[in-house]
């Protein structure tokens, strides 16, 4: 579990793979892979992945076929920057929302309006996933925690402060970038029990 407060930006590039399961090193600084011990849950982009190989400054995932189909590693996040944060302990402050690193779809930058203090980010709503995307609801894009400003039809708009662009990889992207989403978990959970009732 997360909370989609990003600790801190890698570096990953594919080692192996070309059909099946693949495998990639993620680098990091020494003290972000210091905590991490093989078999712990790290949240990469937004995806959930299991640490193995850990050492020094890098430690490496395997990424499944399911994985890949369902996120950007299975295209624009082979290679380049990606946001990084580890699961959360029951000391740490949960100051994003609750995130579990299972992707629900792949969204798309369509527009960016950079202000003096701020960006305004237009993400389209991956196929499906509109009816969970709600006025000042959250959402996980990339790993990062935001609060949703307006939803139209096919897209929604977030506002992200200097922090956030400076310090994940939001500040990085341009429109027509890949973006894997995450809905927030209690809207699903609250949808199965509506149906189950009737």
């Known amino acids: 579990m997360f909370t989609g407060i990003v600790e801190e930006v890698g570096t ?3 080692l192996q793979g070309d059909q099946g399961t693949h495998r990639y090193q993620i680098l990091a600084t020494a003290a972000f892979v210091e905590g991490i011990r093989t078999g712990d849950s790290i949240c ?3 995806v959930c992945l299991t640490a193995c190989d850990v050492q020094g400054e ?11 189909e369902c996120t950007t ?3 624009s996040a ?3 920057h990606v946001n990084l944060e580890r699961s959360v302990t029951p000391s740490t402050r949960l100051g994003g929302h609750i995130v579990s690193g299972h992707v629900d779809g792949i969204g798309k930058l369509m527009a960016r309006e950079d202000h003096e203090s701020e960006s305004v980010l237009w993400i389209s709503i ?3 996933l509109s009816r969970y995307i709600v006025p000042k609801g959250s959402v996980c894009v990339e790993g990062v925690s935001l609060t949703v400003n307006r939803v139209e039809k096919h897209r929604y708009c977030v506002t992200v402060i200097p922090h956030t662009l400076e ?3 939001l500040g990085r992207l341009r429109p ?4 894997n989403t995450e809905i927030d978990l209690v809207a699903r959970y609250l949808e199965r029990l509506m149906q189950d009732r009737g």
Do not use: H, K, Y
């Open 126 to 128: 991956p196929e499906g």
């Open 44 to 46: 990469v982009n937004g």
């Open 78 to 80: 082979r290679e380049g």
């Open 176 to 179: 027509g970038a890949e973006m």
């Open 73 to 75: 590693f299975g295209t």
């Open 58 to 68: 890098s430690f490496q995932v395997d990424v499944s076929t399911e994985t890949r």
């Open 12 to 14: 990953v590039r594919r």
């Open 167 to 169: 310090n994940t990889t």
